[in-house]
């Protein structure tokens, strides 16, 4: 989506339901989500840098136009990586809100599937015919061979949307260094952002 595509009407507020609602879904959501607070939506622009990154400041505006991508299609097969700099309640909190719009706007006809950190990453851990996988629980010291189990489910699962959900890195790096795998939306939520470098490149496209 362009920056000429912005959407007029964005979400202000994020609030996850009881956990029934996942519950009764099937959707088995970490015990973290709900000691989170609502929170509002107003996402930051942020850098990029690093020794293996060009450096470059990507605009707030990418975030309104993952989440009101994500919101017109939610079938979609994307990739949407969700991140907090340093409270993994907040990107799972966020990741549970998404889950929720995606069973709103599906009306519940579609099963959605939520690995988590103490999963075992097995050949058979995803179950049918999920259309929505979230996996999470993912750090920049998440051991090599589960990252390449996620890229591998990432990779076998790309007919449908799936939910990456991370802390301590922003996802463009995440995905850029340790996953080496194509993200199309993003939510990054960091609390200490400082623009380091204002004549950074200004990136309004993933």
Request: positive net charge; proline residues 7%.
């Amino acid at each position: 989506m362009s920056e000429q595509e912005q959407p007029h009407n964005r979400i202000s507020k994020v609030q996850v339901k009881e956990r029934d609602f996942f519950i009764q879904r099937g959707i088995r959501v970490p015990d973290l989500v709900f000691r989170q607070q609502p929170f509002r939506f107003r996402p930051q622009s942020f850098t990029v840098y690093g020794p293996r990154m060009q450096e470059k400041l990507y605009d707030a505006s990418l975030q309104n136009i993952s989440l009101h991508g994500f919101l017109q299609a939610p079938l979609m097969p994307v990739v949407y990586g969700v991140s907090s700099q340093s409270n993994p309640a907040r990107s799972n909190y966020m990741a549970a809100f998404l889950v929720q719009k995606f069973c709103e706007a599906t009306h519940g006809s579609n099963s959605v599937q939520w690995i988590r950190p103490a999963d075992n990453l097995n050949s058979d851990i995803v179950r049918g015919s999920p259309s929505l996988l979230v996996i999470s629980g993912l750090t920049p010291n998440t051991p090599s061979f589960r990252l390449d189990r996620v890229y591998q489910l990432l990779d076998e699962w790309d007919h449908i949307p799936r939910i990456v959900v991370m802390s301590g890195e922003d996802p463009l790096t995440f995905f850029s260094t340790r996953l080496f795998y194509k993200v199309d939306r993003i939510y990054f939520h960091d609390e200490g952002i400082v623009q380091r470098n204002p004549a950074a490149k200004r990136v309004q496209e993933v």
